[in-house]
C-alpha cells in the first residue's frame, strides 16, 4: 500500500486533456508545497515534470500542469498525445522526525 | 552533461550483502544532495535513502539499519551498501540528485541496476 493515493489508470483521446489525483494527508500532501510528478515511460528511468506542486522544470512541455488543494495534489495534462502515454508518480514530502519523500502508487496513462 | 550511472546489481541470496555504486559525471557529488529510489518489479517508486551535501544520511524505515549510504569525493561516486538483503528488496535501484530547494526535486536520475534477492 502506497503512501499517496492515485487512481490505476487514466485514458483520453489525442487532443484532450486529462487529471491524475495524488491524495495524501496534512503530513505530506496538505502541509507542504513539496509535490513532485514524474513520467516513466517502459524500461525508463522516471522524469521529472512538476516540482513544488506547479513548478516546471526547464524543457518541459507546458501542457503539463499541477496544482493542489487540500490533502489532494493534481497533474492536468492538455491536448493528450500518443507520446504521453507512461507512468505518472506523484511524490510529497513527508513530516518525520527524519528526512521522508513518499510515492504515490502510479498511475498508468493509456493515449487511445 | 550531467550523467549518473549506476553499477553492482545481481542476484544475490537472502541475508547476504551487495555494495551498489553510482558515478557521477557533469557535476560535483559532495556538493549535492543524492539519493536512491527503488522501484520493485511491476511497482511503484519508493525513496530509499538520501546524503546531503554536509554528510547528514537518512533511511526510509524499510532499509533502517540494513543499508548504509556513503559517497567518495575523490571518485564521485555514491554507494549503497545493502546487508541482510531480504526478498522484499528485489528492485530497480536507481541513484538520483536532489535539488536542495525541493526536497522532491530530483532532476537527474541513472538508467538503474536491478537487485534480485532469491535462493
Known amino acids: 500500500q502506497s503512501a499517496l493515493t492515485q487512481p490505476a489508470s487514466v485514458s483520453g483521446s489525442p487532443g ?42 526547464s524543457g518541459v512541455s507546458n501542457r503539463f500542469s499541477g496544482s493542489k488543494s487540500g490533502n489532494t495534489a493534481s497533474l492536468t495534462i492538455s491536448g493528450l498525445q500518443a507520446e504521453d502515454e507512461a507512468d505518472y508518480y506523484c511524490s510529497s514530502y513527508r513530516s518525520s522526525s527524519t528526512f521522508a519523500v513518499v510515492f504515490g502508487g502510479g498511475t498508468k496513462l493509456t493515449v487511445l | 552533461e550531467v550523467q549518473l550511472v549506476e553499477s553492482g546489481g545481481g542476484l544475490i541470496q537472502p541475508g547476504g550483502s551487495l555494495r551498489l555504486s553510482c558515478a557521477a559525471s557533469g557535476f560535483t557529488v559532495s556538493s549535492n544532495y543524492m539519493s536512491w529510489v527503488r522501484q520493485a518489479p511491476g511497482k511503484g517508486l519508493e525513496w530509499v535513502s ?39 528488496d528485489t ?15 530530483f532532476d537527474y536520475w541513472g538508467q538503474g541496476t536491478l537487485v534480485t534477492v532469491s535462493s
Open chain 2, 50 to 88: 538520501i546524503i546531503y551535501s554536509g554528510g547528514s544520511t537518512y533511511y526510509a524505515d524499510s532499509v533502517k539499519g540494513r543499508f548504509t549510504i556513503s559517497r567518495d569525493n575523490s571518485k564521485s561516486t555514491l554507494y549503497l551498501q545493502m546487508n541482510t538483503l531480504r526478498a522484499e
Open chain 1, 16 to 57: 484532450q486533456s486529462i487529471t491524475i489525483s495524488c491524495t495524501g494527508t496534512r503530513s505530506d500532501v496538505g502541509g507542504y508545497k513539496y509535490v513532485s510528478w514524474y513520467l516513466q515511460h517502459p524500461g525508463k528511468a522516471p522524469k521529472v515534470i512538476i516540482y513544488d506542486v506547479d513548478k516546471r522544470p
Open chain 2, 91 to 105: 528492485a530497480v535501484y536507481y541513484c538520483a540528485r536532489m535539488d536542495y530547494t525541493s526536497p522532491t526535486y
